[in-house]
């Protein structure tokens, strides 16, 4: 029974990707903090966004290397305002 139950997964709909709407205020080159889970964050600058802002590009500080993030990955990104950012 189990077999079955995967076997039209295929041609079920995909569910619509919302960034959060202050996703749609970064831009390339901004410096933002990356919220993984509560207590797990990062600092980084913004490689290059989607044009939907769905998908963000991050280069994280300390030479951790570039990473995609999607909307729908359960993390947040908030633009820094000045020095509110800085470690």
Do not use: Y
Not at 1 to 19: F, K, V
């Amino acid at each position: 029974m189990a077999r079955n139950a995967w076997q039209h997964a295929a041609n079920a709909p995909l569910g619509t990707a919302t960034p959060a709407p202050h996703w749609k205020q970064l831009r390339q080159g901004d410096r933002v903090r990356v919220l993984f889970s509560p207590g797990f964050e990062a600092g980084g600058v913004v490689d290059t966004v989607t044009p939907d802002h769905t998908a963000v590009w991050v280069h994280l500080d300390g030479g951790r290397g570039r990473t995609m993030l999607h909307c729908s990955d359960g993390v947040d990104i908030v633009a820094c305002r000045e020095t509110a950012c800085r470690d």
